[in-house]
């Protein structure tokens, strides 16, 4: 049962097969086998490659068995129409646009399992990528907020130097008054004369400015402060919303992307490891001598060309008979007087029918 399994799969008549020797038969059960494994990692590779993609197990696999079976039906399909014929450069240029077709298969195939069989690497590159994207991302976002953020800063900057500098004018509004009751400045007057009293009453006067200074101004700097928060949370939302972008940036492209950065020489013979075994079908057919099967094939189809070819000159021979025998019936009816007096008599009705339409039509014209 494996054995015809395999037969099937390369391909080859089952009946002629049948008739050929064990060796003959060994030697297509090893095509055939060679072609359903092929397909076997076609079907693997491809549901890997999709799983990436859809993350979806059931997607995956559906998919995957139908590109598998359409690998499986290339394949079988490359190799049942390269015939023997005992001449290899025909036979090799006959191969050629199937051997391009199998290196086109190898690759489709063989890139989803380097993906796998180097996804430790690929995430340590995708790892690092993402953290780059990250940081790329917080710094084009910032600059969106950050000349915001700057100029609400300097504005409560500004108002807190405007009190500042209504403290100093206090502070030394305070010293020169002190400065006049002890006097050491102004009068040079020690006690708490006329002039004391007016710079005293300026300083209080000031002091009363600077705490309502102090009151307004730190109500703008509350109202710029919370400005100030509410852009850094609208900054810090941003962020977090295109965050969970990133961290999906872990698809197949991305994969790939990441593969190509890595070391070319592994991946290299990874994919001469699925080319042998995808060309390894179209080459032992190639390779192999013309045997037992391929004569019997052989004279299978030319038993059917020859059948085809007598009965087509046979419908030829019969349909050039059959035009003679027409012309010659049609030549002797011709010759015959009763049948030109019918066919005569026969026109000269048909024009008077003519004639009389002809007549009655322009009647009804004219009225």
Not at 47 to 75: C, E, H, K, Q, R
Not at 272 to 296: R, V
Not at 327 to 340: A, Q
Request: overall charge negative.
């Amino acid at each position: 049962m494996l054995k015809k399994f395999f037969w099937m799969c390369s391909g080859a008549d089952l009946d002629i097969l049948e008739k050929c020797s064990k060796a003959e038969q060994v030697k297509y059960a090893g095509i055939g086998g060679t072609i359903f494994f092929t397909a076997v990692m076609a079907f693997i590779a491809s549901s890997y490659a999709l799983f990436t993609v859809f993350d979806s197990v059931y997607i995956a696999v559906a998919f995957g068995l139908v590109w598998g079976l359409l690998i499986f039906n290339l394949d079988r399909f490359i190799v049942s129409t390269i015939k023997k014929q005992g001449k290899p450069w025909l036979e090799f240029g006959q191969a050629i646009p199937r051997l391009i077709l199998a290196v086109i298969i190898a690759v489709v195939i063989a890139k989803p399992l380097e993906l796998k069989i180097f996804q430790k690497e690929i995430d340590q590159v995708l790892l690092k990528q993402k953290n780059e994207l990250t940081l790329e991302n917080k710094d084009q976002i910032a600059m969106q907020y950050t000349p915001e953020i700057t100029r609400v800063q300097s504005e409560i900057k500004d108002l807190k130097e405007v009190i500042l500098t209504k403290e100093k004018e206090v502070n030394d509004l305070y010293g020169t008054y002190i400065a006049e009751a002890e006097g050491t400045k102004g009068t040079l007057k020690i006690g708490k004369g006329p002039v004391y009293k007016e710079k005293r009453e300026k300083h209080d006067a000031m002091l009363q400015e600077l705490q309502q200074l102090r009151k307004d101004n730190q109500g703008q700097i509350e109202g710029k402060e919370l400005e100030i928060n509410d852009l850094r949370e609208k900054q810090d939302l941003q962020t977090a919303n295109s965050q969970p972008i990133i961290d999906g940036f872990d698809g197949l492209m991305a994969r790939i992307n990441a593969l190509e950065s890595l070391p070319w020489l592994p991946s290299f013979f990874i994919f001469l490891l699925f080319l042998a075994i995808e060309t390894s079908p179209i080459l032992a057919k190639l390779i192999s001598q013309q045997g037992e099967y391929d004569l019997k094939f052989a004279n299978h189809e030319n038993k059917i060309k020859t059948w085809v070819t007598q009965q087509n000159n046979q419908r030829e021979e019969l349909l050039q008979m059959d035009i003679g025998l027409n012309n010659k019936v049609y030549y002797d009816i011709g010759e015959e007087e009763k049948i030109y007096t019918y066919k005569k008599k026969k026109a000269e009705e048909l024009m008077h029918l003519q004639t009389d339409a002809f007549y009655n039509g322009q009647k009804e014209i004219l009225g």
